[in-house]
């Protein structure tokens, strides 16, 4: 009987894999509206967030914001098993650091770490901000509800926890609470740092400030587009040799816009598109808002993928400021602002990226590429392990995103055919059995 199912084997195995993965759809199903809803509402009700407030009291301030943020994550981690491993990632900061630290004070981040069944050491991580403001920085008791900035980035972390944590997936994944962001990105540093002492591979990390606010300043009501800021290289490199060698390459060869969080910002816009085609992911081709910060920079200072996702319409009258009316505008980043159907989506979009994530190989390490003075373009790169195949992309060097792609199959180099290497940029990720891509590897050797 048994050899009968032998042509059903054959013809299967010549499928390469489904484009989507079930799983991906069933986790933005299970983002919780009403658990965002409640988080931030809770986070709301510390009354001030801030990072010199209160941590005595059970009922206000950041003491008790953080207390209950790790509750959370422990009830989450009971509800898989204690798959979770959470605990507090302390940074002292001196007062007079900067303007904005007005006490010795210690800024404390939530960490929680679902470990990898295959890479333990591979981390993709999801951010979120504890503390909050009003509009003088170092005002530590007034109100400061911080409902959009950034209870929402908070709440969306612990949802995609409760998610995601039904899973099991080959890397690791951390959620997080940063704190000290409004005084000078002070738990992302302090965090950025812990990573390297600790030696943690890191995939990308996905910031979250603000991704509840779907009605701008500017009167335009969204809520299907969202931003995606990233660095376009890296400019950790301090030795100016190693510098000048890499401006020198890039003139040549192309690259600068094509760093690893550039990579990592095209990875969630393709992932996005894939899976929630109804979204409107928007790539802006900087660090962040002009001259404004986020908890994604630190991690870029020291090396590592970060990007930030974030509303796409601000609203000014409502992040920063005393709870006020003045000429008929209510001032204030209150709940009520809050729109939770899009912040599910936001979420979602951060879900999926890692779950997706998670679920690949590492890139190749080494991409080589050839092809100067000839019809068709060469590629070259390390064997992966747990890789079932390849994915060459390739884009118009004017295009933000990786536009035309190529499956190969377990194989180390490839030519593309007729296609003329001066006229695209180009890229490699691992491929695994399920379909699951590594963030793209721009070329880094070139073949003569
Ligand atoms: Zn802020």
Redo the contacts with the bound molecule.
């Keep these: 009987m048994r050899y009968l199912f032998l042509p059903f084997i054959i013809l299967f195995s010549s499928v390469i894999y489904a484009q989507t993965d079930q799983k991906i759809y069933d986790i933005i199903e299970n983002i919780s509206e009403d658990n965002l809803r409640k988080d931030v509402q809770t986070l709301v009700n510390f009354g001030t967030r801030h990072t010199l407030s209160d941590t005595i009291s059970k009922t206000r301030g950041i003491g008790a914001a953080r207390r209950w943020i790790k509750s959370e994550f422990e009830t989450i981690s009971k509800n898989c098993n204690d798959c979770l491993e959470v605990f507090y990632q302390t940074n002292l900061v001196k007062k007079g650091e900067n303007q904005r630290i007005v006490n010795d004070v210690n800024v404390v981040n939530v960490v929680a770490i679902q470990k990898g069944t295959k890479y333990p050491n591979r981390f993709i991580i999801m951010s979120g901000?504890i503390d909050s403001?009003v509009s003088d920085p170092n005002d530590f008791t007034s109100d400061a509800p911080?409902a959009n900035?950034?209870a929402t980035g908070m709440a969306g972390a612990l949802e995609a926890a409760r998610v995601l944590s039904q899973y099991k997936f080959e890397n690791s994944i951390i959620y997080v609470g940063l704190s000290g962001?409004?005084q000078g990105l002070f738990g992302g540093k302090g965090l950025a740092k812990y990573a390297k002492e600790n030696n943690w591979d890191i995939i990308g990390v996905l910031n979250n400030?603000?991704i509840g606010n779907i009605s701008g300043v500017d009167g335009v009501i969204d809520n299907r587009t969202f931003r995606i800021f990233s660095e376009p290289i890296t400019t950790s490199e301090t030795d100016p040799e190693a510098l000048a060698s890499q401006a020198r390459a890039r003139r040549f060869y192309g690259g600068e816009v094509d760093g690893i969080s550039r990579q990592l910002a095209r990875y969630t816009y393709n992932t996005t598109k894939t899976y929630m085609p109804e979204m409107n992911p928007m790539l802006v081709y900087r660090l962040d808002r002009f001259g404004r910060g986020g908890h994604h920079r630190p991690f870029n200072d020291a090396g590592i993928a970060g990007i930030r996702i974030m509303e796409a319409h601000e609203n000014y009258t409502q992040?920063?400021q005393d709870i006020r009316t003045e000429s008929g505008i209510n001032y204030g980043d209150t709940f009520e602002h809050v729109n939770f159907p899009y912040c599910k989506k936001l979420t979602a979009v951060n879900a999926i990226t890692m779950a997706s994530l998670a679920s690949a190989p590492p890139s190749p390490t080494e991409v080589g590429i050839g092809g100067i003075v000839e019809a068709s373009a060469k590629l070259q790169w390390n064997k992966v392990e747990g890789a079932k195949g390849y994915k060459i992309y390739w884009r118009d060097t004017t295009s933000p995103t990786w536009d035309h792609s190529r499956y190969v199959e377990d194989v180390t180099e490839f030519t593309l055919e007729g296609i003329v290497i001066d006229n695209f940029f180009f890229g490699v990720v691992a491929v695994s059995v399920d379909g699951h891509e590594s963030v793209v590897v721009f070329p880094n050797k070139i073949m003569r």
Excluded: A, I, S
Aim: proline share 0%; net charge negative.
């Design positions: 901000d403001r911080g900035d950034n962001e409004e400030d603000m992040q920063h």
